[in-house]
């Protein structure tokens, strides 16, 4: 597994909100947020930014729908948080998603928008498997917030970070 070291002060996973039904034909990166989406994103958003959650850098996939998700952050924050949108995250594995993380070393806290199941096998990777089933015992939701901090003395069931919370509508 990649090592977080040394780790971003703050990390956030936030999985795209809900996205609109394949059409018959279409690609499925393409796919849009539905109206629920759009309304959960912009919800998320702002719980976030009302918590006091403001990361520096915000990484995004390049499918449609979390592009939407992660404009919706974009609105609810100040106009010189840093985005990115990196193609790597729409058919990446949970090591690519890891490995972003772990580049960062220049910020105090980072973003990725995801998709599943790749944000939820990330979230288990950097907190453990029993923490993520007692925190999310029905997996990781649409527009699902996963805020993490890391650990000082980091036990044998963590990998050196604690959920600190998880936000939702």
Request: hydrophobic letters at 45%.
């Given at each position: 597994m990649t090592s977080i070291s040394p780790p971003p002060?703050?990390?956030?996973?936030?999985r795209h909100a809900e996205a609109a039904a394949?059409?018959?034909?279409?690609?499925d990166f393409d796919r849009p947020l539905n109206d629920n989406g759009f309304a959960a994103a912009e919800i998320v958003a702002?719980?976030?930014?009302?918590?006091?959650y403001r990361p520096e850098l915000v990484i995004s996939s390049t499918a449609a729908r979390c592009r939407q998700t992660a404009e919706a952050v974009r609105r609810s924050?100040?106009?010189?948080?840093?985005?990115r949108f990196v193609d790597s995250l729409y058919n990446g594995t949970r090591e690519t998603?890891?490995?972003?993380?772990a580049a960062q070393t220049t910020v105090n806290s980072v973003m990725l928008?995801?998709?599943?199941?790749?944000?939820?096998?990330?979230?288990?990777?950097?907190?453990?498997?029993?923490a993520?089933?007692?925190?999310?015992?029905?997996?990781?939701?649409?527009?699902?917030l996963a805020v993490l901090e890391p650990?000082?003395?980091?036990?044998?069931?963590?990998?050196?970070?604690l959920l600190a919370d998880f936000v939702s509508e």
């Open positions: 002060f703050r990390i956030y996973l936030l394949a059409q018959s034909g279409g690609r702002d719980q976030a930014v009302d918590k006091g924050l100040d106009p010189s948080v840093e985005f998603y890891l490995a972003l993380l928008v995801g998709h599943n199941p790749n944000i939820l096998q990330t979230l288990e990777a950097l907190i453990g498997h029993d993520l089933a007692k925190a999310l015992p029905k997996g990781f939701p649409t527009a699902g650990i000082e003395d980091a036990g044998a069931a963590s990998n050196g970070w």
